[in-house]
């Protein structure tokens, strides 16, 4: 195995809560204690409900908002602990792409100066030397350069100001590639042709992805691992297949649940089952699991002992007293297994 190309140890984010009259209500606990490597040339998956961290998680990592601790190892430096002229620098192999293309992409720029942005300020290119970036950079993302140079954002569509941005983010020569919602806010088809360019992009140019997104079936799509996030907490990471195929954490086992699909062979529609309740406030967890108050297998050890990340069987890692197992049925002497146990 080859070394991680990004180590995230222990990464913890908070921000203070305030009112009217800048009165502090609370501490929003964001990301709480996430730990986990980026291999060279892998696609880690990030999935969870809304709120529940991923895209703070991204910019902690990256240093955009600094963590409150942690350590962020990367080619044996801690981003941690760099100032920000050193930081400036190391930002060239970490890009971003965005969920809406628009809001990313300067209106009143051309697509040429949108591209040249990042070569602007990390390179010294003569003008011949940037516009003939810029055309092998659009090229690469299939647009044609003498087409789209000279256009502005607001000429395109959402699937070309996505390769635009594309575009821009690789124009460095990156390590890694932060997706955030990258493609949710495009239809289907658009959806998989920019998949499939991701993929081209990686295996041509050597990247590494963090694929932060909400949608399960794109994750097990384009991801090598996926690492499921709940209310700031890691609650599982494992390997694509494995995950989707017999997921051990009961949160992962509901959101595969409320998926809707159709199986190609019987016909018959699969209904999706939504999960009960609410995500609780992150100004006040609770106590233990987090995910205890929605989950159907809480015990009272739930809420007085804080699960950590284990090894499981089939690989990966999953924080749960009561891990499923290959049936999905709870392990580690859950009462209902021993009802079930019992009944057989």
Known sequence: MSEPLLSVRNIVQE??????????????????????????????????????????????????????????????????????????????????????????????????????????????????????????????????????LRRRPMELSGGQAQRVAIARAI???????????????????????????????????????????????TVKQVSDRVAVLYLGQLAEIAPSDRMYETPRHPYTRALLDSVPGLDPETGIVKRPVTLPGDVPSPLDPPSGCRFRTRCPLAQAVCAEVEPVLTPCDGGGQVACHFPLDDQGRPTNGHPAAAAAAATA
């Open 171 to 217: 124009s460095l020569d990156p390590a890694v590639i932060i997706c955030d919602e990258a493609i949710s806010s495009l239809d289907v088809l658009i959806q998989a042709q920019v998949i499939n360019l991701f993929e081209k992009l990686r295996v041509e140019l050597g990247l590494s992805y963090l694929f932060i997104a909400h949608d399960l079936a």
């Open 15 to 148: 921000f203070e809560s305030r009112g009217p009259g800048g009165v502090k209500e609370g501490v929003v606990h964001a990301v709480s204690d996430i730990s986990f490597d980026l291999m060279p040339g892998e696609t880690l998956g990030i999935v969870g409900e809304t709120g529940s961290g991923k895209s703070t998680l991204a910019r902690a990592v990256i240093q955009v908002d600094r963590p409150k601790s942690g350590t962020v190892m990367f080619q044996d430096r801690d981003l941690t602990e760099l100032d920000r002229k050193e930081l400036k620098k190391v930002w060239a192999n970490f890009q971003m792409v965005y969920q809406d293309p628009f809001s990313s992409l300067n209106p009143r720029w051309r697509i040429e100066d949108v591209v040249a942005e990042p070569l602007d300020s990390h390179r010294s290119l003569t003008r011949d030397q940037r516009r003939a970036k810029v055309r092998e950079l659009l090229e690469l993302v299939g647009l044609d350069a003498d087409l789209y």
